[in-house]
């Protein structure tokens, strides 16, 4: 059974940066896409970002091109999520997701989309 754990979240100012880490356990990693996901209080949980099992496909949400970055080290069983230039509205718990299917190419921005979640870590972003 696959299990994700988030950390790297904290309190930063805006402007700041963070990066956040998912490791992933009890099955091989570098089959699957990963992705991350954010739900701020009274909202619901909206894609943030995901790569595909070989690195070789990313995809942002719009507000967060050109700000975060997505990656994975596959040798660690790890992906990354580099956040900067952060702002207020970026306060969100941040999770981590997977997929139950080997080598797809798309990266879905549904929750339906994944199957297994970590339990998140929190990001606040002070003004």
């Known amino acids: 059974q696959v299990q994700l754990v988030e950390s790297g979240g904290g309190l930063v100012q805006a402007g700041g940066s963070l990066r956040l880490s998912c490791a992933a356990s009890?099955?091989?990693?570098?089959?699957?896409?990963m992705a991350w996901f954010r739900q701020a209080p009274g909202k619901e949980r909206e894609f943030v970002a995901g790569i595909t099992w070989s690195g070789g496909k990313t995809r942002y949400a719009d507000s967060m091109k050109g700000r975060f970055s997505i990656s994975r080290d596959n040798a660690k069983n790890t992906v990354y999520l580099q956040m900067n230039s952060l702002l207020p509205e970026d306060t969100a718990v941040y999770y981590c997701?997977?997929?139950?299917?080997?080598?797809?190419?798309?990266?879905?921005?549904?929750?339906?989309?994944?199957?297994?979640w970590g339990r998140g870590t929190q990001v606040t972003v002070s003004s």
């Open positions: 009890g099955r091989t990693f570098d089959k699957y896409t």
């Open positions: 997701a997977t997929v139950m299917k080997a080598y797809i190419v798309e990266i879905y921005s549904a929750t339906f989309g994944y199957d297994t």
